[in-house]
């Protein structure tokens, strides 16, 4: 298989450099309008499989209530993204040492009033996520429609990032995170680039 080529349009440097100062950076416009119709399309006619989100080892806790499908070879328009996903990740390799070796993903659905509240994607250096990638599926979303991310960088800022089409927000998953209440429908590919070899 050749090797997927991150877009051009990807600020790399900026991305290694908000990582780097901030812990956080943002890809906006990062899939050319066609690419992205396919992917909400493969999203959004897959929904009827989509099942509670666990926390760890299946077990399904109040702290969040959105619902998800992970991803495999078979999605194969999503599949597309985890694999530039994972040049992303040979990138960051160069740059900063993290032995990043492979790509979780998964769709993620937040029907109005759900939310995930605040916790960390790798607490305590306890799994092999290393970065986390949020990639906002929707084709339209309004400021007042909730399911911000509401994120603490690594020099103890807290910042809210808007849930905007076509944007991805990258952030290392050691800090801490929540999304917000939605208030209409949101919908996502959630990712982790990983110093381990997923266990799906």
Known sequence: MEAVQLPATWPVDQIIDDLDQHGFSMIDNAYAPSYVEQ?????????????????QNGVVSNIRSDHILWLNED?????????TLQALGHELNRAFFLGIKDVEAHFACYNAGEFYALHRDNPQGKNGRMISAVYYLHDDWQDNWGGELHLQDKN???HIIQPKPNRIALFQSDLMHEVLKAKHQRLSITAWLRSDTRLL
């Open 39 to 55: 992917l909400i399309a493969e999203c959004t006619s897959n929904l009827e499989r989509f099942r509670d989100a666990a926390i």
């Open 75 to 83: 999605l194969e328009i999503s599949n597309q993204h985890v694999q």
């Open 156 to 158: 103890d800022q807290w």
